[in-house]
T-cell receptor
Framework: SQQGEEDPQALSIQEGENATMNCSYKTSINNLQWYRQNSGRGLVHLILIRSNEREKHSGRLRVTLDTSKKSSSLLITASRAADTASYFCATDPAQGGSEKLVFGKGTKLTVNP | EPEVTQTPSHQVTQMGQEVILRCVPISNHLYFYWYRQILGQKVEFLVSFYNNEISEKSEIFDDQFSVERPDGSNFTLKIRSTKLEDSAMYFC???????????????FGPGTRLTVL
């Protein structure tokens, strides 16, 4: 798989349930960021986790990072209908001086009321 | 809360025409970026800009593309002669310069949807 690949591609759950999305990547990274995109709209930054961090929380969001497995997960607890969106991981590769973010294809989350 | 803004939200143009997409980054940010997302595909990096010059560009960013910071607030992407395959959502992003280069978040604008007919 390519840098920043999320799975599943689509996830449908009921309101109140937890949603877990995973991201795998290939190269060493400086950090990994998760973004949300509502249909056809802009990218909203959710959380950044640095390569020396293992877990981070922000409200109902929990992100983990396992650099040995080159993977990350995003957990949304107690989901709401308003969480319906596509979620992307983006890696900041540790390639001397490069600043670009490398995005995955995203997970499309549907939270049913 | 400060945010990146982009205009227009939607631009329709004829193939071969020039378009300029405009962005106003967050005011105290120093690093600026353009990305694009073709419908149903990944967000792809185009170019990064710092200290009034391009710092990195992708293979997509060929001679048809150029960027400019014409004043202290705007950051523009110009496509000289649009092609059908340039149809995409174009995102501008900006980043501050605190606590180390690779630890800052890139904040994205809402995007400009470019349709080339």
């Amino acid at each position: 798989s390519q840098q920043g690949e999320e799975d599943p591609q689509a996830l449908s759950i009921q309101e109140g349930e937890n949603a877990t999305m995973n991201c795998s990547y290939k190269t060493s990274i400086n950090n990994l960021q998760w973004y949300r995109q509502n249909s056809g709209r802009g990218l909203v930054h959710l959380i950044l986790i640095r390569s020396n961090e293992r877990e981070k929380h922000s409200g109902r969001l929990r992100v983990t990072l396992d650099t040995s497995k080159k993977s990350s997960s995003l957990l949304i607890t107690a989901s709401r209908a308003a969480d319906t969106a596509s979620y992307f991981c983006a890696t900041d590769p540790a390639q001397g001086g490069s600043e670009k973010l490398v995005f995955g294809k995203g997970t499309k989350l549907t939270v049913n009321p | 809360e400060p945010e990146v803004t982009q205009t227009p939200s939607h631009q329709v143009t004829q193939m071969g025409q020039e378009v300029i997409l405009r962005c106003v980054p967050i005011s105290n940010h120093l690093y600026f970026y353009w990305y694009r997302q073709i419908l149903g595909q990944k967000v792809e990096f185009l170019v990064s800009f710092y200290n009034n010059e391009i710092s990195e560009k992708s293979e997509i960013f060929d001679d048809q593309f150029s960027v400019e910071r014409p004043d202290g607030s705007n950051f523009t992407l110009k496509i000289r002669s649009t092609k059908l395959e340039d149809s995409a959502m174009y995102f501008c992003a900006s980043r501050g310069a605190t606590s180390g280069k690779h630890t800052d978040t890139q904040y994205f604008g809402p995007g400009t949807r470019l349709t080339v007919l």
